[in-house]
């Protein structure tokens, strides 16, 4: 089984964290842009090539949020010429016809379908089951009829492929109410690292708020400085990880505000590694598949707040908050009186923290995950 995918496996993103779940596992091949691990900085003061790299693409990202004509020069610079990286990799290897390829990416989708066919291929869905809605969330830009065609014709190559797979069963229903198909399609969700023991130890009164993923608009991290934490008597700090189009501007909003409650780490390894029992995990984004930063923070016992979307639900069981994804203003009240319920009873914190792990063990590891991949027809 080979997974293909136009980007790193190394980059601070969900789907960077899935494809590295299945880098060494026996009887899977995994193509990324990566010619291996990346080498640490050899020094810190210097900007880097890449460090110059990133920062143009962060700026090509802004423009291409608000003009189409940017979005395009975005998508064949990056997207589409990581694509075809890829796909003359795993072309160019000892890869036998018969063997099942997983596509996690539209631009890897139309690159492949291009060198060869789709009977012996898999589709991901990494987003909510609708392509052209998450696309315009991100870039607002191409919700024009250009680049409609370009997703009608992907949704017509999957017609073409041996199955959809997709990471939550809202998005296997959203995709379903727009292709009336009888195509093979799997829910499986995304995993992370192996079972955790539930703990019954007593926990620290003290706790943190952590917000991790890429900082953008549709992730809406500027809704916290909003909420109403300086009231909070036990939270410590906000601490934010990741970098992304909107950090400069949600930096520059909080300096100095907020009594230093907010702490930016920037785009850090493993951050799930600083979240401690009982500590909450903020995601407060309009539109999400299954992400997997909210994965980690499970696997270390914290408590979830997440807005109604994507695979929440499947997240959020008596271990957090389901925020309705109605104004932003009910959400910013929604949160606030939860946090207030967290900060006053710590008893409260230990069974959600909990029942936090327990929902992890059952449902996110990467041996199932992995396991119901290899067990696909």
């Known amino acids: 089984m080979h997974f293909l995918y136009s980007g790193s496996a190394y980059a601070p993103t969900g789907i960077s964290s899935y494809m590295k779940s299945f880098i060494n ?5 995994v193509y990324t842009t990566d010619s291996g691990p990346p080498k640490p900085a050899q020094s810190k003061g210097i900007p880097t090539r890449k460090r110059i790299i990133s920062s143009i693409r962060l700026a090509l990202w802004k423009l291409a949020e608000r003009y189409y004509f940017f979005f395009c020069l975005y998508r064949k610079l990056i997207h589409e010429r990581n694509a075809t990286t890829v796909c003359r990799k795993f072309f160019e290897g000892l890869c036998d016809e018969s063997d099942i390829v997983v596509i996690n990416d539209i631009w890897t989708l139309l690159e492949y379908q291009r060198r060869g066919s789709l009977g012996q291929a898999y589709f991901v869905f990494h987003c909510n089951g609708d392509l052209f809605n998450v696309s315009t969330v991100t870039f607002p830009s ?3 009829k250009k680049f409609k065609r370009v997703i009608d014709n992907v949704y017509e190559m999957l017609e073409e492929v041996r199955g959809v797979i997709f990471l939550t069963q809202s998005a296997l229903n959203i995709y379903k109410m727009r292709q009336q198909s009888n195509q093979n399609c799997f829910v499986i969700n995304n995993g992370f690292g192996e079972k955790v023991k539930v703990t019954n130890e007593e926990i620290s009164k003290r706790f943190n708020i952590f917000c991790t993923g890429t900082i953008c608009r549709r992730k809406r991290q500027y809704l916290l400085p909003k909420l109403d934490l300086t009231s909070l008597i036990n939270m410590e700090s906000v601490i934010l990880y990741g970098g992304g189009p909107e950090k ?8 100095g505000k907020k009594n230093g409650l907010f702490c930016f780490k920037g785009e850090v390894d493993r951050p799930f590694e600083a979240y401690k029992h009982g500590d909450v995990f903020v995601l407060l984004s309009s ?3 299954m992400p997997v ?12 707040i997440m807005t109604d979307v994507g695979g929440a639900r499947e997240l959020i069981c008596n271990n957090g908050l389901l925020v309705s994804n109605q104004t932003e203003k009910q959400i910013v009240d929604d949160v606030n009186e939860f946090m207030r319920l967290l900060d006053s009873d710590s008893e409260r914190r230990k069974k959600m923290a909990n029942e936090s792990l327990d929902i992890f063990n059952k449902k996110f590891t990467t041996q199932r995950m992995v396991s119901e991949y290899l067990s696909l027809p």
């Open 287 to 289: 539109d999400e598949g």
């Open 248 to 255: 400069a501007q949600l930096v520059k909003e909080l300096t």
């Open 293 to 304: 930063a909210a994965i980690e923070a499970l696997s270390r016992g914290c408590i979830i």
């Open 25 to 29: 596992h026996k009887g899977i091949s």
């Open 142 to 144: 191409c919700n024009n």
